[in-house]
């Protein structure tokens, strides 16, 4: 399908609808990226599609990543490396919110997962400046990716502007969500 031509014919907010949240997961690229749990995949896709939706009504692109989205990202690196306490708490916290807006798990009881895990929960206002660099860092991937590969744009070549990588890291890969795997 040549996703150029169709912009063409699309509302860029329609199009943008359709393919953001389809589009590539932002991962790193350690061993244990197929280690991420398929729910999460889904996940991402599902608050892409609340985010444009929510885009479309402000008529503006959003600044951060979902909380599933740092999960895909930091759940690889958890695996590898020990983590500081500051981003533990991060991650937890990220964990967190996916499991309890997506719940993926039937018959768990999601009240008592701090409990489980023997801690109390992780405060949004203690992560905040964290969580918001690394979520920004993540949307500001994938809008860059969408940029580069032409979706929403209505006008002809002559209007497109090359979008330049600026990843200093070689270890960050974009990976193409697929739900049908």
Not at 70 to 76: E, F, G, I, K
Not at 104 to 123: A, M, S
Not at 154 to 181: C, D, G, W, Y
Request: aromatic share 10%.
């Amino acid at each position: 399908m040549n996703y150029e031509n169709n912009c063409k014919v699309l509302n860029p907010q329609v199009f943008r609808l359709f393919l953001v949240p389809f589009g590539p997961i932002v991962t790193q690229q350690n061993g244990w990226q197929q280690s991420i749990p398929s729910w999460v995949g889904k996940a991402i896709a599902v608050d892409r599609l609340d985010a444009a939706l929510e885009e479309i009504d402000k008529g503006e692109v959003g600044k951060l990543a979902s909380s599933s989205e740092v999960v895909a990202l930091m759940m690889p690196i958890a695996f590898e490396v020990p983590l500081s306490s500051e981003w533990t708490d991060v991650y937890l916290w990220a964990s967190y919110d996916a499991l309890i807006r997506h719940r993926p798990f039937e018959n768990f009881k999601y009240d008592k997962l701090w409990e489980k895990i023997g801690t109390t929960p992780v405060q949004y206002e203690k992560i905040r400046s964290d969580y918001e660099t690394l979520a920004a860092d993540i949307r500001s991937r994938v809008v860059k990716h969408a940029a580069k590969e032409g979706w929403g744009n209505r006008s002809s070549n002559k209007n497109k502007h090359p979008v330049k990588a600026t990843t200093t890291e070689n270890n960050i890969q974009m990976e193409q969500l697929s739900l049908f795997s």
